[in-house]
């Protein structure tokens, strides 16, 4: 018995012509509705975010630049930036002294240095507002921000204390929590270029390091990406970068726009844009 081989072929019906038949024939179509959890059809939505920059010792002229353009390059986000100080280490941000400066907004990305104030209720208020629910992505010198407050405020809604950094150096970062979403995408070892390590004295509690990076000065380990919560807020940390150039390097930006989103809640379990966020085709 010969055999004969017979290769099915599917045939698709445009959906313009099947809802056109059915029309003409009497039947009532429904249009299709999108479900409520189907991000996949929202709108456009573009985060707004308020970049606090300036102060001693980096070259935030140029980060300015480099921080807003690189993360809306990655996700929908708009910018305000204050850009203040100098490079003083006691100015006080003009925009802190209102009770309600981060109404408008998403999310503060603090990239300045301002050491030497210590002024808690003007500290305060500046916690206050991320403690009520406005998401922190906190850069390098903001861990020595407010360094000389002798109480600890800062340092907790910071998520890590730190008072000194070592000498400039390349530093290995080592990836810790590779399937948390910031991490995703990012290298398990990452070798910067000359860099500040930042001697992390403590962790606070509901504080996760993500990676960290080894000290050639005094042989330790110091975290360098984490995030953690404080009261509804979320934040996110690194005290990378003080260079350029590092600021500037994919990886970097990759990982602040990660961070950034996370602290928005606009980040997927894949390490993307939430759809609505994304740039370009979703």
């Known amino acids: 018995m010969s055999m004969q081989r017979i290769t099915m072929r599917r045939f698709t019906i445009p959906a313009t012509l099947v809802l056109g038949l059915l029309t003409s024939a009497g039947f009532i179509v429904p249009a299709p509705v999108a479900r409520a959890d189907d991000e996949s059809t929202a709108p456009p939505k573009t985060l707004r975010a308020l970049l606090i920059t300036g ?28 850009h203040e100080g100098g490079t003083s280490q006691n100015h006080r941000i003009s925009v802190y002294e209102k009770p309600d400066w981060t109404k408008g907004y998403d999310v503060v990305v603090h990239n300045e240095c301002f050491s ?22 906190v850069i390098h010198c903001t861990m020595h921000t407010f360094r000389d407050l002798p109480t600890d405020e800062w340092r907790e809604f910071l998520g890590v204390t730190t008072r000194r950094h070592g000498p400039q150096q390349p530093l290995e970062v080592k990836n810790l929590i590779p399937l948390d979403p910031i991490m995703k995408d990012f290298p398990i070892v990452w070798n910067t270029g000359k860099e500040e390590l930042y001697a992390i004295e403590k962790v606070w509690p509901d504080t996760e390091v993500l990676a960290q990076a080894y000290a050639l000065d005094n042989k330790k380990d110091h975290a360098v990406i984490w995030k953690h919560t404080l009261g509804k807020g979320r934040v996110f940390g690194s005290t990378i970068a003080h260079n350029n150039n590092t600021m500037s390097d994919p990886v970097y930006l990759d990982m602040i726009t990660r961070g950034l989103l996370w602290a928005c809640d606009q980040l997927d379990g894949e390490g993307k844009p939430k759809p609505a966020y994304r740039v370009g085709p979703k």
């Open 55 to 82: 102060g001693c010792c980096h070259d935030y002229e140029r980060q300015k630049e480099i921080l807003p353009q690189g993360i809306s390059a990655r996700a929908r986000v708009e910018w305000t930036i204050v």
């Open 116 to 137: 030497q104030i210590t002024d808690r209720a003007f500290i305060g208020n500046v916690i206050g507002a991320h403690r009520n629910g406005t998401a922190a992505v």
